[in-house]
């Protein structure tokens, strides 16, 4: 039976294998051992802001999906608390089970039961699959998002 529950430190080498496993995560993650500290950084500073959610998915003792909420108030909407759900992963050995619906579902449960009115996420655009997975979820491609790296 797979359990979602707030990431551990010790969880940390499979979520960054996970982030690094793929197209575009090949080129900008690094899952060499030991992790960069930039990694342990962001993790700490994650765990200890209360409008953070880390999540993974564990079957068995194993990390085999991950995703991150992010819990923003806004005026917008007249004042509505929003659920950004981000860095959505599964372990490529599990993929198209049924795991990442059942993630998603999962945040969004989070999301209502932390108040939220909305949940948004995003997605790179060439992802065509994901596209098609989120859009079967019922979340619809209402934005364009525009990003600037640093």
């Known amino acids: 039976m797979i359990e979602f529950r707030r990431a551990q430190a010790s ?3 499979a979520i960054v294998a996970m982030l690094a496993d793929d197209p575009l995560g090949a080129g900008r993650e690094d899952a060499s051992l030991p992790l960069a500290r930039d990694y342990v950084d962001a993790f700490n500073a994650i765990d200890a802001d209360p409008n953070q959610l880390l999540t993974v998915a ?3 003792a194993e990390v085999i999906g991950t995703l991150q909420i ?3 108030a806004g005026l917008s909407r007249k004042g509505a608390w929003r659920g950004q759900i981000e860095a959505v992963r599964i372990a490529s050995h599990r993929r198209s089970g049924g795991i990442g ?3 998603i579902e999962w945040a969004i449960g989070e999301c ?3 108040g939220c009115s909305l949940v948004q996420l995003t997605t790179d655009r060439s992802r065509a699959d994901a596209h098609r997975f989120y859009e079967d979820l019922g ?3 209402s ?3 525009y ?3 640093l």
């Open 11 to 13: 969880d940390l080498p």
């Open 58 to 60: 564990v079957d068995d």
């Open 70 to 72: 992010t819990f923003l």
């Open 101 to 103: 619906r059942q993630m």
């Open 112 to 114: 209502r039961a932390r």
């Open 139 to 141: 979340f619809t491609g």
């Open 143 to 145: 934005h364009l998002g």
């Open 147 to 149: 990003k600037k790296t």
